[in-house]
């Protein structure tokens, strides 16, 4: 039996080992130990990925490991790195003890320092590698969209803290979320991952989850959150995405950037222990045109400064060297500063106020900018100080372990999965519900033949009588998602952007079978989808933010009442949208459906 095992070790220990002192004490004599490099290493935060049922992948001649880049063993033993991003999915009892073998490697070191381990969203349905992992064992809930749609301050919070025990269980300790750029710019491919385009409500909602993760303050039994992407990443020019060059611009034709702050500054009253700049390269402003990570204006001037925090700031991911990703080679997101080397990139975002650099892991880069004095160890000490202070309040050194044997009682448990499925039909939205002589379409009658397109037949058979053709059926229903231009590249393929509009043979179809039987329309709104047509010719219309067959048919049936209210206007056409400004809420011109349009039965 795996069990926890506590690290200290007993009263001849170094004082930064015994728990009984105070958190700063304990932080100034393990930072008077440190060389220079292991300072270095703690400022670098990375991806780690697990091999297959949880192997630690550590044998740099391993053909599993090829372009990977350093093992994490090379990574804590040589670089002396100890925060790490997890990257895919596995069973969670894997992540357990995946994580106790990568915390084992780091008690061996000379000091010991414990691992932080850090994940994107794993609790939804998102599958981008870049940005999320799908719920592999994890209890499901809608995206946050889907929460937002909802409304309810109470629910979020109780997502929160579900997600907490569960990332606790198996020792995720920093969760690279809450994401609450504002939902501004139709086109943007990372809107799912949003609380929609309302200043207000994205206010409520994110003091609500950090709330759910941290406690009411940072603890041993919190999950740090790193919100981003700070001061607001959802004004991209034409809704293209910074984490390529053809979005790195930033724009605010609204003049609108303390609509999308405001959100920020409701984390800081929560508690938020760190923030994440976003790569975005603000235009045709007042603020230095380079990426927000590099810009010692936003960070120093208004996060620190103005705002007044002083917790972690960690740059968004791959802002100083080229990289292979998913084995195409991605340039840097120097966005403003390509034109630096990589020790000048590193320079510039320690000038700016940042504390860690995401997906790196090149140290020696900060140590080569000590030792010609162009970055002084000071500095350096300022950004260490708040790294281990938060190891410190989160009690990896005093318990670093966790009990693989114990997750399965805490992590995707019946109730947790049955929480997650009563979210997701809550979030459902209504659109339209057509009259018709027996009443409105929705909800169907249990029995009732439907025919169904991108439905699981085996569930639907336990709602209404499945058959063959739209001929033979009452009522169809199809599940659609909203529309977008591939984009070249593997790794740019996640991000789906451009387009909201079904294309012409797509949009044909949809009517013609429309046309043939009364037909339920669901489609998934990762973006603000351009229906028109499809809102008119369905008998009704409804929209998921996440959502399986289940808790979807749970709501046509009449099982639950949907709930959810559009957190995002749905505009009439891609000329609309093309005009809007892309800092600017709602700026749609005769939406097909307006922010907060919802009915209910």
Known sequence: MTTARHRFRGPAAAPYEDP????????????????????????????????????????????????????????????????????????????????????????????????????????????????????????????????????????????????????????????????????????????????????????????????????????????????????????????????????????????????????????????????????????????????????????????REELGFDGIVCTDWGLICDAPIMGEMHVARAWGVEHLSESERVQKVIEAGCDQFGGEDVPELVVGLVRTGKVTEERIDESVRRLLREKFVLGLFDEPFVDVDATAAVVGTPEGVEAGRIAQSRSITLLKNAETPAGPVLPLAEGTRVYVEGVAADVADGYGTVVATPEEADVAIVRLRTPYDERPGFFQSFFHSGTLAFGDAELARILDLCAKVPTVVDIYLERPAVIPEIADGSAALVANYGAADGPLLDVLFGRRAPEGKLPFQLPRSMADVERQRSDVPSDGQDAVFEFGHGLSY
Request: with cysteine; proline share 7%; glycine share 12%.
């Open 20 to 303: 009984s002192l105070p958190v700063a004490e304990r932080v100034e004599d393990l930072l008077g130990r440190m060389t220079l490099e292991e300072k270095a290493g703690l400022m670098f935060q990375t991806i780690a990925m697990m091999g297959p049922d949880g192997a630690l992948l550590d044998d740099p001649e391993d053909p599993a490991t090829s372009g990977m880049g350093p093992t994490v063993r090379q990574m804590v033993d040589d670089l002396n790195m100890t925060h790490f991003n997890l990257l895919g999915g596995a069973a969670p009892a894997q992540i357990a003890a995946w994580h106790n073998r990568i915390q084992e490697i780091a008690l061996g070191t000379r000091l010991g320092i414990p691992i932080t381990l850090s994940t994107d969203p794993r609790h939804h349905f998102t599958d981008n590698p870049g940005t999320a992992a799908m719920a592999t064992g994890f209890s499901q809930f809608p995206e946050t969209c889907g929460l937002a749609a909802v409304g309810d301050e109470k629910l979020v919070r109780e997502f929160a803290d579900l997600a907490r025990r569960e990332y606790l269980a198996v020792g995720i300790r920093l969760a690279l979320h809450p994401q609450i750029d504002l939902a501004t710019e139709p086109r943007w491919s990372r809107i799912n991952g949003t609380f929609g385009e309302d200043g207000e409500l994205t206010g409520r909602m994110v003091a609500a989850y950090i709330r759910g993760f941290q406690g009411d303050e940072l603890g041993a039994e919190s999950v740090a959150t790193m919100t981003k992407h700070f001061p607001g990443g959802g004004p991209q020019k034409d809704g293209e995405d910074p984490h390529f060059p053809n979005g790195r611009e930033q724009v605010y034709p609204g003049d609108n950037f303390e609509y999308h702050l405001a959100p920020f500054r409701k984390a800081l009253e929560a508690g938020t222990s760190q923030m994440m700049p976003y790569y975005g390269m603000p235009v045709d402003t007042d603020m230095e045109p380079v990426g927000f990570g590099f810009n010692k204006g936003v960070v120093t001037g208004l996060l």
